[in-house]
């Protein structure tokens, strides 16, 4: 029970890679409280979850939302210990065919929401005696994409985010830490839903599987892990740090 006694935060919580962080943590002994968007998949998510889950609707591109949200998770869990940035949206344009429209949006839900998570995020989990902020990246903040503008650009900035998080947290002593995970193709809907859009999935699967040096995409569990780890007091030493969970992508 790695982190039994921690309260958890976790948006993006209903499904994909922050439901399956919020089932790693309940397994491990934490509260938690996931937060979504879609208010009727997250109240799903929470009742699947048990007793130890409780669901909170929230945007994360909106400053007032992530306010109210953490306030009632705090009192629902006592103490917030972790923060897991996991919202997050894609879409596949090259710089050209990037509109700005698309542009904004990506930033406001990628970038924009995790902004808001780690400037608020930061003081109840000092008030509780520290902790760690996890947020997902993408191998795609590390390397780039022909087709991946605007996701390129978010990711990356998650990833800079980070690290300046990281410093201003030790510096000031606030016993937080932050680490941004970088996961390459996770089986989660946003990928099924992108090869399931795509001339031939079956072919398409198969090429991103073939991208990748250890034989597999990933799965919501490889991400979990790390996220548990960062997480723990196993990883009290471990700040700023860019986690690569991409079965070998960015070596070749």
């Known amino acids: 029970m790695r982190l039994s006694g921690k309260g958890a935060f976790i948006t993006g919580g209903a499904s994909g890679l922050g439901y399956g962080c919020a089932e790693a943590f309940l397994k491990e002994g934490a509260r ?15 009742e699947k979850l048990g ?15 992530w306010v109210t949200a953490l306030r009632e998770a705090e009192i629902w869990l006592g103490k917030l ?36 998570g780690c400037k608020h995020g930061i ?21 780039g994409g ?14 800079l985010l980070t ?17 941004s995970v970088h996961p390459t193709f996770v089986q989660t809907p946003m990928v099924d839903e992108f090869v399931a859009k795509t001339k031939n999935p079956e072919r398409t699967r ?11 995409i990933g799965e919501p569990a490889d991400v979990a892990a790390m996220a548990v780890y960062l997480a723990s007091d196993e990883s009290s030493f471990v700040t700023g740090a860019e986690m690569v969970l991409d079965g070998g992508l960015s070596a070749q």
């Open 163 to 179: 690290k300046s998080v990281a410093l201003h947290c030790a510096r000031k002593g606030t016993g937080v830490r932050c680490n």
């Open 123 to 143: 003081a109840p989990i000092e008030r509780a005696g520290g902790g760690s902020i996890i947020n997902l990246s993408s191998v795609s903040g590390i390397i």
């Open 81 to 116: 210990h972790s923060l897991v940035n996991s919202a997050g949206i894609a879409f596949f344009l090259d710089v050209e065919k990037t509109s700005l429209e698309d542009w904004r949006r990506m930033m406001a839900v990628n970038l924009d929401g995790v902004f808001l």
């Open 206 to 216: 198969a090429a991103l599987v073939e991208q990748i040096p250890i034989g597999r």
């Open 32 to 46: 938690v409280v996931i937060a979504d968007i879609d208010a009727e998949k997250g109240a799903q998510a929470a």
């Open 146 to 159: 022909a087709n991946l503008a605007a996701y390129n650009a978010s990711k990356g900035g998650v990833r």
């Open 51 to 65: 007793e130890n889950a409780f669901f909170l609707k929230l945007d994360v591109s909106v400053e007032e939302n």
